[in-house]
């Protein structure tokens, strides 16, 4: 068994079933959108042109080397594409076409096994069947024109390609960038335990996540998992997690669920991170990607408002943090900087409501972040609510948010301290655009956001966990 | 004590401290954009303009009675006001100035216990101090001028005025209407329990929320709550339920918090929800205020991709539902009308993501919510995630949308079944925008909206808990 770096890394790319309007054409464009440096060639039986290329009537009549293939042709005919690819010389086809083993029919898993016997006789390797393949924006590869052309630390396999769509684009919009992820589909030949072996050891991976509904070897995956979660963060989200959900697994992509309890003591016992659901695992990307671990619990609460406040202790209080009370002689020199501000609680959290997003703001947070005492924080967390009555127009909106971000990630950028932030912002009936623009220009500062507090708390604290564990454990890092 | 009618229904309005630019002006703008017919005046001891109209220096200058009146001077003044307004005859005093009980300070509560003695003894009632007052689109009363015109069945308290507007927005947004808010900060005068005893017997009130920090007298809370719900759904969210959070609720509102055993005993005792933070709380009266009561927990779930139909089973089953599979005559049926298209797995969820948001979708989600067998559904779920991969522009992007919205309000139109939908849409980069047109679309068509499966999930859960323990204690609806 080879090392997989072909399927992440291919020079010269042939799209099979590449018909103008279809899901072949889909996945040329986004090649070419994403930057992809190498040749890049369209194969249809019927030939024509699509996206402006002439299309090969077959791989074989293609004059360069050809060493990854992306197969959008009906299942009937993959088995002679796979001849074809061994003729020659691809060493990995992404198979986009379904219709093999999840179908549940004697005659997809036929046709599956078929072409990996053709597969394994002519070491090519297989991604899929039934899945949208990889993105490694490392060299241009991508199965979506919109995906990020930023290469990053976090690496994602995905048994859905709607879900590992998702987590890419959510986790994206946040600040979260790859190093490659999988949609990995049936996993006919390449599974989950050979990629995550594959990130165990791959330098540009630092954290991986996965969305697995079925695993293949069992034994091979708690042994992989294990020594994968030893080197890196794993996080692990199930589908068919239930078994009612693992029978919906079985016609997705053909995948034997096993059983909660199992699963959860495997996880367990293996040392990765067990997520709830996809909206958790990008709180939890967010949150292992940019936040600097904090060396404890004490944290810093500013922003918006005395009932947010209230319910920020609660949720971070429930959730193992403490908020220590500023020292008197802080209060004092507070005071004596910024008056006694009415509804500018100088405990903690400080509601810095009164003052606005202002020089004063970032006076305050500067100075509470920077100061140093047996009770300082570990770690800061800026909130704030958009959309609030004292805004009468979309102009003071927009310039209350720029001011915002523009103190904000100074702050974050004078700061050693880890700073995370929570934007309350769906409330607005006219500005979920500039919110986002907001959440974009914080999130490519390098910031965490989240958009609740509790889920700040929970992702936090989950974080400070996992690493609280490996502490006990006498692992580092 | 009188009723409390005069605070939610005034026939004319003044606002002491109205200088432009300020508090005054706002609460004053808020009042005439939201369309209050009676007499609007302005009260500034230095005379003067604000927003066009000419201020009195005094509440007694005003020719024509005053039954309401907002105050926003320094809390120093405010005795003086109460005095002048009790001269005047004004019905009810909103105060909106802070510097009271809540300061924690000898000079604060005394001063509280100086209007509260002027207003007892010229029965005026006071709203506050240290809130926003009330909301009451019946008569155009409101304190943000952004809050909807229209009149519902939802009535909110809060004590802070933060939280109640973050609630107000949040759930208009998703299509629940208020008969009435009210942000009640200190409740020096006018407390929860007059608030929720009011509530029991106001026809124009279904379903009550509340966000309350503190209580002033917990046995007659308790009376209060439980004969409320026993009449009507009340869910509450506890501000200051830790230790912790209490002392920044001592700090904001002045209020004594008591413990979390004793908080969770009573609720639990009263019949009334707990509800753990905001966003709970609008997905809770999203459902309670839109969702047709469905008589079981049998779920049909229509919509978009394998990897969400299995986690949405996963998350539907662990909050108690039931995915029945189609019996074999209608899968028949199906696959007649339609074929045996990949992808479209006629089990349940039924994934359309290979028909779009087309004739056919209408066609089967509307064949399947209206076919009756032992096994049919209870209610029908549609969940979509838009920014596909397969979207390449944003019109495309916009027809798609739109196609939907029309499809599934027709659905919901023409259906008995309660419906409800899930739009997971937070991951494209430019439609944040065109995802709000969308939503709003749908919620004010009447449709529930949540914003991830597990929020729906947990959310219809509670409904039907909720409704289920009322059956068992042999109360009706």
Known sequence: MGSLDPIFYPTSIAIAGASPGKSGQWFLDSIRTSGFKGPIYAINSKGGEVSGLLAYTNVKDIPGPVDYTICCIPAPHVPQLVRDCAAKGVKTISIYTSGFSETGTQEGR????????????SRIRIVGPNCLGVYSPKVGLSFASDFSRRVGKVALIGQSGGNTSYLIRAASQRGVRFSKAVSYGNACDINESHLLEYLAHDPETEIVAAYIEGIKDGERFHRVLSRLSAVKPVLVLKGGYTRAGGEIAASHTG????????????????????????????????????????????????????GASVLATDELTMAGFTLPRLPPELIKELMELFGNTAGMIFKNPIDLSMVGYSQSFYDVVKRLLSYSS????????????????????????????????????????????PLALVLQFLITNWDWQKALDLQRGCSEAG??????????????????????????????G
Chains 1, 2 share one sequence.
Do not use: C
């Open 110 to 121: 036929d046709l599956e096994r078929e072409i990996v016997r053709i597969a394994q006789a």
């Open 255 to 306: 995948s034997l669920a096993g059983s909660a309890e199992v699963w959860d003591s495997l996880i367990q016992q293996s040392g990765a991170i067990s997520v709830g659901n996809l909206e958790e695992m990008v709180d939890l990307l967010v949150t292992f990607a940019l936040l600097p671990l904090p060396r404890g619990r004490k944290v810093g609460v500013f922003g918006g408002g005395g």
């Open 374 to 417: 047996g009770d300082s924080f570990d770690l800061g967390l800026i909130h704030a609510g958009f959309g609030q009555a004292a805004w009468f127009s979309s102009s003071a909106f927009e310039i209350e948010i720029n001011q915002f971000r523009d103190f904000v990630t100074r702050i974050h950028r004078e700061t050693d301290k």
């Open 447 to 476: 910031m965490p956001v989240f958009h609740s507090m509790a889920s700040a708390a929970k992702a936090i604290d989950r974080f400070l966990r996992y690493h609280e564990a490996r502490q006990r454990a006498g692992k580092t």
